[in-house]
Nanobody, 115 residues
């Protein structure tokens, strides 16, 4: 059973930084891609960042230039470095991985940006 476990969420002030981690139970290179999504209260889940098997990355316009997705293959971990956080970044952040045609989700980690 493939498992994804997020960590690193918490409370941060506007302008601050956090780094989220997503630990996979399998090699992350077996996934077609790994993604971070987020869901704010009362809103739909939205795609934040993608890293493909070959290392290409892509970002939502709302986080471009502020967030960075990366990976550590030896640790089977994908990261989301979040800088210059804004109030509107408050959400539950979910790790997602596509393996063949199967999509796996973590349970999420809460990020709260508040003064």
């Amino acid at each position: 059973q493939v498992r994804l476990v997020e960590s690193g969420g918490g409370l941060v002030q506007p302008g601050g930084s956090l780094r989220l981690s997503c630990a996979a139970s399998e090699s992350i290179f077996r996934f077609n891609h790994m993604r971070w999504y987020r869901q704010a209260p009362g809103k739909e889940r939205e795609l934040v960042a993608t890293i493909t098997r070959i290392g290409s990355t892509d970002y939502a316009d709302s986080v471009k230039g502020r967030f960075t997705i990366s990976r550590a293959g030896a640790e089977n971990t994908v990261y989301l470095q979040m800088d210059t956080l804004k109030l509107e970044d408050t959400a539950v952040y979910y790790c997602n991985g596509l393996w063949g045609t199967a999509r796996y989700w973590g349970e999420g980690t809460l990020v709260t940006v508040s003064s």
